[in-house]
């Protein structure tokens, strides 16, 4: 029995100790950078305080990283090749904000901060300081060395199916209600009139997309007219552009989504199902809470492929492999 206990406890132990080491987990710099998130959210604070739409800059940069190869900081190279020039990243930016922390960083404690984990950290501050949930998030992710363009042609699309959406986010392992839940990160920011060309005046059949409410067609056809600048931008959240909120599903729900991909998720019954349930007097009695199942999400796509313990490496600059 003895000799059973001390194997028991060994392999208790043996679990523990990879989990520390071998697993993301919350307070992974506390003793090796203690500075770490103080300095990360410093300088996504003084980006926003420049311009307030680098909140949704670098959540969506988050969201793109770990699409692709996981949250391995791939997308943060540069080179004629690399990741980040795909079609499926167009638009994604805030890399330099990412450099300026990761080279304070490197002042500090380096070789010790991977890349992967300030941009993980810093699209937890930018929902922040957008009035979003705050939570913690879960470190010890370490930086990938590959980065290649064609690995984001699995990226989702604005003009894709809900069928083609849900396919997608099912391979990487997250739900219909991820899908829903890190949609709704729209809530925040701004699209280019590039992606709204072919919902207003190309849709089959009817020209204009007939799921847009025709008390919104106008405005958006004004901001997005035939013919004009393909890169003005609008914003993705009717009505609350600047705070995250639900409102980006009420919008959803009302036919005021602005992103063809967005309006989708209201075709589907599983998708249109998970919206609905967020309004409602049985959601104010009973209901599920917007903000915690949207920090449910982000946190279970933040540990999508991620490199732990020896794999992968801390670089130096976050835009070259070491």
Do not use: W
């Not at 604005?158 to 991820?178: A, M």
């Not at 847009?212 to 901001?223: A, T």
């Not at 349930?277 to 009973?286: E, M, Q, R, T, W």
Request: glycine content about 8%; hydrophobic content about 40%.
């Amino acid at each position: 029995m003895a000799l059973v206990s001390v194997i028991l406890i060994t392999l208790i132990s043996a679990s523990f100790l990879g989990f520390s080491y071998g697993q993301l987990r919350v307070g992974f710099y506390s003793s090796i950078c203690p500075q770490a998130e103080e300095i990360v959210s410093s300088v996504v604070r003084e980006a926003f305080l420049v311009d307030n739409n680098m909140a949704a800059i670098l959540l969506r940069l988050h969201f793109h990283d770990c699409f692709v190869n996981g949250c391995d900081g791939s997308i943060l190279i540069e080179g004629q090749n690399a990741e980040r020039h795909a079609f499926g990243h167009q638009g994604v930016n805030g890399f330099d904000v990412i450099e300026r922390a990761k080279s304070q960083l490197e002042r500090l404690c380096p070789g010790v901060v991977s890349c992967a984990d300030i941009v993980a950290m810093a699209a937890r501050d930018s929902i922040s300081l957008s009035n979003g949930p705050r939570y913690q998030v879960q470190m010890g992710r370490r930086d990938g060395r590959v980065s290649n363009v064609s690995s984001a042609s699995i990226m989702p699309e604005v003009n894709e199916s809900i069928q083609q959406l849900k396919s997608k986010f099912l391979q990487k392992g997250l739900s219909e209600k991820d899908l829903v839940l890190l949609s709704a990160a729209h809530t925040i920011g701004t699209t280019a009139c590039f992606f709204m060309t072919d919902r207003l005046y190309n849709f089959p059949t009817t020209g204009s997309d007939p799921s847009i409410n025709p008390r919104f067609l106008p405005e958006l056809k004004s901001r997005c007219p035939q013919k004009g600048d393909v890169n003005a931008r609008l914003p993705m959240d009717h009505g609350s552009p600047l705070r995250f909120d639900s409102q980006i599903l009420r919008n959803i729900r009302d036919g005021f989504a602005v992103l063809q991909s967005d309006a989708k998720l209201y075709d589907d019954k599983v998708t249109r199902g998970i919206i609905d349930s967020y309004f409602g007097i049985l959601n104010l009695v009973a209901g599920p809470s917007f903000e915690a199942d949207f920090v449910d999400s982000i946190v279970k796509m933040g540990r999508l492929g991620v490199n732990t313990g020896s794999q992968g490496e801390i670089r130096r600059v976050c835009r070259a492999f070491n």
